[in-house]
């Protein structure tokens, strides 16, 4: 194999909630609609974000985690995209130089210049410091320029560019207005799937966007990526029938994992409870994160399909359950408002979703089918009435330690597991 070159920006900020997601969309729209392949990924544990970014680049994105997945495989995963790909962009998580491993040292590792969004909200001339200071703070790192956020006119945008040093290039801006914003709740971005305008908040981004540069979109420089190659996946599952629960109440899936059980040989058949779809005949089962609590009253009117959980694990048929889908397998859940309803009881305890995060960070579990990584995000607050199979570990030393729960082949915990992380560990959760 030879190295491919591609151009590519990794985009971050100074901290969450600056507009990355939404500037990174309008970019990747933009050059998509100049007739130029757009690859976008996503740094580190993210649902919600690839979503969005996925409807604005028109192909699917997946994760890039040096501690997650690995150097080898986000290596590999780049190399392939630059050889199909124009123009590869890559969504940081929460500030550049936050959690280890952090976009910063993503883009190091990798040689990818950082692009820094800048929420230019209350900002003049001090806005010039902060892209300084981000450009200047660790020297190894190569940094393209910077855009702004909430922009409130054409003079406050000259303010702006006016405040960078001539090194620092100019990406464009985008306004305060509401007609493009990206709605939020407790986890994050509201699910693409949950937006019927989406594709024109997109539009109207890449317009805004659009206009700010004034009609010129350049490609950045081209960056070398090293030849590499995924792992080889066993057909482990071959013939295996998995079902999945996926809607709005069930949404948190990396492309990664479905990726890794297609190539394991499983059959995937993905069904609704919101909908009333009966659980498929299936040899294994997955209830991934989502919002359960968004949904408690028709989830607990699925009398049927509790039933046929309950059957399943009796069976001794696998079933994993992450996050909230551990919830939705409690006996009793809460919404912040309150609000309860009575659940499949799998899983003897109750939960309530509450205002402040009760579980954040990365996570390592050793269980009995090997070690396992992946992450934690959620404001649950739940008591269960089992003994824990194992406690995860944040790598960090944060205090997040998840417990994981096992009810003969039933497996659930709050943690989202990455499958490629391990994948024959992974594998061995939908076996009997």
Not at 231 to 239: I, S, Y
Not at 307 to 330: D, F, M, R, T
Not at 409 to 425: D, I, K, M, Q
Request: proline share 7%; glycine share 10%.
């Amino acid at each position: 194999m030879s190295p491919h070159h591609c151009p590519a920006l990794l985009i971050s900020a100074p901290a969450s909630g600056q507009g990355k997601t939404s500037f990174t969309a309008a970019l990747a729209r933009l050059h998509r609609r100049a007739g130029r392949r757009v690859r976008v990924f996503k740094t580190g544990p993210d649902f919600l974000d690839p979503m969005v970014l996925a409807c604005a680049a028109g192909t699917p994105v997946l994760q890039l985690d040096l501690w997650m997945g690995g150097e080898p495989e986000v290596r590999a995963r780049l190399h392939a995209a630059a050889a199909e790909a124009d123009l590869i962009l890559v969504e940081g998580m929460m500030g550049l130089f936050d959690g280890v491993p952090s976009a910063a040292d993503l883009a190091q590792t990798l040689g990818l210049p950082v692009l820094a969004v800048i929420d230019a909200n209350a900002l003049a001339q001090s806005f010039g410091a902060i892209a300084l200071g981000l450009a200047r703070y660790r020297p190894q790192l190569s940094f393209a320029g910077v855009a702004g956020n909430r922009v409130a006119s054409t003079w406050h945008t000259r303010l702006l560019r006016e405040s960078l040093p001539p090194d620092l290039l100019w990406f464009g801006a985008l306004s305060q207005s509401s007609e493009g914003a990206l709605p939020e709740r407790h986890l994050g971005l509201v699910a693409a799937a949950e937006l019927d305008d989406l594709d024109a908040r997109i539009n109207t981004l890449a317009d805004g966007l659009a206009a700010s540069l004034g009609g010129c979109l350049p490609l950045p420089e081209p960056v070398e990526f090293a030849p590499a190659l995924l792992p080889f996946v066993e057909p482990w599952l071959r013939c295996r029938r998995i079902a999945i629960a996926r809607d709005a109440a069930f949404c948190f899936v990396y492309a990664a994992n479905i990726e890794l059980l297609l190539q394991a040989g499983a059959q995937l058949i993905e069904f609704s409870p919101l909908a009333g779809h009966a659980l498929p005949e299936c040899d294994a089962l997955w209830l991934p994160g989502g919002y359960p609590e968004l949904h408690l009253q028709a989830l607990a009117a699925r009398t049927d399909l509790m039933a046929q959980l309950h059957a399943h694990v009796q069976a001794g048929k696998p079933l994993l359950a992450e996050c909230g889908g551990l919830l939705a397998l409690l006996t009793h859940l809460q919404d912040a408002a309150g609000q309860g309803a009575s659940m499949a009881g799998l899983i003897p305890g109750a939960a309530r979703v509450g205002t402040r995060l009760a579980g954040l960070g990365l996570q390592q579990v050793d269980l009995p089918e090997g070690r396992l990584r992946g992450h934690s995000f959620h404001y649950a607050e739940a008591v269960i009435g089992l003994a824990p199979l194992a406690h995860a570990l944040d790598p960090n030393g944060a205090p997040t330690r998840e417990a994981i729960y096992r009810v003969r082949r039933l497996t659930a915990s709050f943690v989202h597991f990455y499958f490629p992380s391990n994948p024959l560990a992974a594998c061995r959760l939908f076996m009997e």
